[in-house]
């Protein structure tokens, strides 16, 4: 199984830019289907952006499209979201997550379809 952990988050200012890497190990990256989700305070956890296994395509929360990129390497085992033009509502732990590779050509949004978790990377968006 695969064992996956966040890094890059932290305190920046408003329409500034951050990228996070999630690293995975114990198993190829390039079976899984990656994701990321965050939680605000006080908030449901909620999908950001999803990558399929071999990063042919890609799906966005309305809220971060065009702000927001997911890409991955899978040589390298890694996950990344950049994220540009940053606003106080993005503040929240950011998660990666993972599933297996179902090859039935979507993308999942839900939570429930992710089985591997991340412990999560703090991201906070001072104005």
């Known amino acids: 199984q695969v064992q996956l952990v966040e890094s890059g988050g932290g305190l920046v200012q408003v329409g500034d830019s951050l990228r996070l890497s999630c690293a995975a190990s114990?198993?190829?990256?390039?079976?899984?289907?990656m994701a990321w989700f965050r939680q605000a305070p006080g908030k449901e956890r909620e999908f950001v952006a999803a990558i399929d296994y071999i990063a042919r395509k890609t799906d966005y929360v309305d809220s971060v499209k065009g702000r927001f990129t997911i890409s991955r390497d899978n040589a390298k085992d890694t996950l990344y979201l950049q994220m540009n033009t940053l606003i106080p509502e993005d503040t929240a732990v950011y998660y990666c997550a993972a599933k297996i590779n179902a090859y039935d050509q979507r993308l999942y949004t839900a939570e429930r379809d992710y089985f591997y978790w991340g412990p999560g990377t703090q991201v906070t968006v001072s104005s």
């Open positions: 114990g198993s190829t990256a390039s079976l899984y289907d």
